[in-house]
């Protein structure tokens, strides 16, 4: 499975934009780069996906840099409730069962807790 | 409201007992998994089962079994045969997506001690 680098911890300020790096050097050409957070003691949830285009939804931002080997999330206006571990994940797509369905495993690192002061 | 529940939230069993962690989704997805987590670590999966009746092995299966009898269940037995199964269990659901980027959404998890 392609691996993921992410610092181990940021710290931000209240309303103010976070950037978090990935850094995934052997990314493969149809490996989808996941984002996904968690809050203690809770399941994680999901943040963001994209494959080569930059995406944006309501929670956040994906900058994929051209050459794929590297992506940031952006949070634009930090609020106490984004506080959280954030993964950075590389989506194996997976193969094709014979009903033509397949599945994306998720490999989860060790991601990075940001820390948001008041 | 839609979702996918764990039960229970804290389970406590003696060494030696087999335990169940029940998992039920009503999101109408077709793929369901088992991830585990240590502290201060990442999730790690242990089972997950793309339609009903299937599942297959994930990276860390020994020591578990589960079933899927019904598309909106997926439970997990801890074996004795686990060595160390104190942890948070997480399962988790999405729909088979073929080959676009799909989410998985997470229960809440259910954290077990083995005393």
């Known amino acids: 499975d392609a691996k993921t680098t992410q610092p181990n911890s940021m710290e931000s300020n209240e309303e103010e934009p976070v950037h978090l790096p990935c850094n995934h050097s052997t990314i493969s050409g149809t490996d989808y780069i996941h984002w996904y957070r968690q809050l203690p003691s809770q399941g994680p949830e999901y943040v963001i996906h994209g494959l080569t285009s930059n995406v944006n939804n309501r929670m956040a931002s994906l900058a994929i840099a051209e050459d794929r080997k590297s992506s940031t999330l952006i949070l634009h206006r930090a609020t106490l409730r984004d506080a959280a571990v954030y993964y950075c994940i590389l989506r194996d797509v997976g193969f094709a069962n014979a009903g033509g369905t397949s599945y994306g495993k998720l490999t989860f690192g060790q991601g990075t807790i940001l820390t948001v002061h008041p | 409201d839609g979702g996918i529940t764990q039960s229970p939230k804290y389970l406590f069993r003696k060494e030696g007992q087999n335990v169940t962690l029940s998992c039920e989704q009503n999101?109408?997805?077709?793929?369901m998994y088992w991830y585990r987590q240590d502290p201060g670590q990442g999730l790690r999966l242990i089972y997950y089962s793309q339609i009903v009746n299937d599942f297959q092995k994930g990276d860390i299966a020994e020591g578990y079994s589960v079933s899927r009898e019904k598309k909106e269940s997926f439970p997990l037995t801890v074996t004795s045969a686990q060595k160390n199964p104190t942890a948070f269990y997480l399962c988790?659901?999405?729909?088979?997506?073929?080959?676009?980027?799909?989410?998985?959404?997470f229960g809440p998890g259910t954290r077990l001690t083995v005393l």
């Open positions: 999101l109408n997805h077709d793929a």
């Open positions: 988790a659901s999405s729909f088979n997506l073929g080959t676009s980027g799909g989410e998985q959404f």
